[in-house]
Nanobody, 122 residues
């Protein structure tokens, strides 16, 4: 199992940047592909980005391509989401997730963090 704790959320003006972090427990972090999702009230949780076990492959939803970057530091058991050029519609609770499989279709990770709020003011 892996436990995930997100941090780095907050309030930012449109056009600004934030970097989310997700710290994972355990000694097998590099056995997991890592994901970021987001959710706004009343809507389904939305896939944002994925990164493979070694970090060599990444995948993004279209709405964040060119603005968000997912990365990982396996030595620190941490995955990041660098968010630039933020828009009002990026406002959501952002969740970190993990799975032993790297998925880009029908993504259903098995492990989830508690989420961190990102609010973008227009």
């Amino acid at each position: 199992q892996v436990q995930l704790v997100e941090s780095g959320g907050g309030l930012v003006q449109a056009g600004g940047s934030l970097r989310l972090s997700c710290a994972a427990s355990g000694r097998t972090f590099n056995s997991y592909a890592m994901y970021w999702f987001r959710q706004v009230p009343g809507k389904e949780r939305e896939f944002v980005a994925a990164i493979s076990l070694g970090g060599g492959r990444t995948y993004y939803t279209d709405s964040v391509k060119g603005r968000f970057t997912i990365s990982r530091e396996n030595a620190q058991n941490t995955v990041y989401l660098q968010m630039n050029s933020l828009k009002f519609e990026d406002t959501a609770v952002y969740y970190c997730a993990a799975d032993t499989s790297y998925m880009t279709v029908a993504v259903r990770p098995g492990y989830w963090g508690q989420g961190t709020q990102v609010t973008v003011s227009s």
